[in-house]
């Protein structure tokens, strides 16, 4: 079992819809990244958290410490949101620790 | 645009031989990782360099080999190149060892 877990693997959505994206962990941490990376490859870090929940646009990140959950939300989606989303934890040795990610193909 | 930057962009190696990629960081970052990421998979954290020195390593054979240089610079070395060495490396700088990590373009290695 991978230590961090996200869902789905793939996801459609239209244009307009709103999307979660989930992520599970099973580590200590000391903080969460959710990361963006475009079929080009590079990897742009949309937030880091270690409670609470954040917002920056139409993206609003949460995550809750004692379930070791966090939920990646995008509201009033656009194509230019697809790519893939990627969770990853950092443990307590300043490891980063990827998910598999998920793909998101938003469709106009 | 992070401010790091990754060469070279793409390699072709055979089998058996040695590469060099480097990582140059976002000015002021005294910290840098390198990651592989294979096909279809999120990014295995390779190593860590803070000021030069090691800081925790991956599961990864001793034939990846890194430096961080004064300038913070980087380097990743692999000796003896496999098949499934064939992936996306990426690396990543950040102010402090905990920061938010500023990724690079990646370099994408294809061994043959």
């Known amino acids: 079992k991978n230590e961090v877990e996200q869902s789905p693997q793939n996801l459609t959505a239209q244009e307009g819809e709103f999307i979660t994206i989930n992520c599970s962990y099973s580590?200590?941490?000391?903080?969460l990244h959710w990361l963006q990376q475009h079929p080009g490859g590079g990897i742009v870090s949309l937030f880091m958290?270690?409670?609470g929940k954040k917002k920056h646009g139409r993206l609003i990140a949460t995550i809750n410490i004692q379930e070791k959950h966090s939920s990646l939300h995008i509201t009033a989606s656009h194509p230019r949101d697809s790519a893939v989303y990627i969770c990853?934890?950092?443990?307590?040795?300043?490891?980063?620790?990827f998910g598999t990610g998920t793909r998101l193909q938003v469709f106009p | 645009e992070t401010g790091v930057t990754q060469s070279p962009t793409h390699l072709i190696k055979t089998r058996g031989q040695q590469v060099t990629l480097r990582c140059s960081s976002q000015?002021?970052?005294?910290?840098v990782s390198w990651y592989q990421q294979a096909l279809g998979q999120g990014p295995q954290f390779i190593f860590q360099?803070?000021?030069?020195?090691?800081?925790g390593r991956g599961n990864f054979p001793p034939r990846f080999s890194g430096l961080q240089f004064p300038n913070y610079s980087s380097e990743l070395n692999v000796n003896a190149l496999e098949l499934d060495d064939s992936a996306l490396y990426l690396c990543?700088?950040?102010?402090?060892?905990?920061?938010?990590?500023?990724f690079g373009p990646g370099t994408r290695l294809l061994v043959l």
């Open positions: 990853a934890v950092l443990d307590n040795t300043d490891k980063l620790i």
């Open positions: 360099y803070y000021r030069e020195e090691e800081n």
């Open positions: 990543a700088s950040s102010l402090a060892k905990g920061g938010t990590q500023y």
């Open positions: 580590v200590g941490i000391s903080a």
């Open positions: 000015s002021g970052h005294n910290t």
């Open positions: 958290l270690s409670s």
